[in-house]
Nanobody, 123 residues
Framework: QVQLVESGGGLVQAGGSLRLSCAAS????????IGWFRQAPGKEREFVGA????????YYADSVKGRFTISRDNAKNTVYLQMISLKPEDTAVYYC????????????????WGQGTQVTVSS
């Protein structure tokens, strides 16, 4: 089992950057793929991107490709979401989540979730 805590959210102007962190507790962190999801008001939670357990592959939603980068440091039990060229439509609560299923984008296949961190992009 793994517990996840996101941090790094905040208010940023369009075109700006933020880096979110997902800190994990638990000895088995390095065995999980970690995904990032986001949920805007009135909308369903959507997949943003994911990274495999050892960090050798990443996957991204088309809406963030080229702007968002996921990385992980298993020695620090942390996954990062670097976001650049932010747009107002990126405004949402961002969640990290853990799964044993490599490469999945399906929300329901992620068993472990953090509490989320708010990202607001002003125009």
């Amino acid at each position: 089992q793994v517990q996840l805590v996101e941090s790094g959210g905040g208010l940023v102007q369009a075109g700006g950057s933020l880096r979110l962190s997902c800190a994990a507790s638990g000895r088995t962190f390095s065995s999980y793929s970690i995904g990032w999801f986001r949920q805007a008001p009135g909308k369903e939670r959507e997949f943003v991107g994911a990274i495999t357990s050892i960090g050798d592959s990443t996957y991204y939603a088309d809406s963030v490709k080229g702007r968002f980068t996921i990385s992980r440091d298993n020695a620090k039990n942390t996954v990062y979401l670097q976001m650049i060229s932010l747009k107002p439509e990126d405004t949402a609560v961002y969640y990290c989540a853990g799964t044993n299923i490599m490469g999945t984008t399906a929300t329901k296949l992620y068993a472990y979730w953090g509490q989320g961190t708010q990202v607001t992009v002003s125009s």
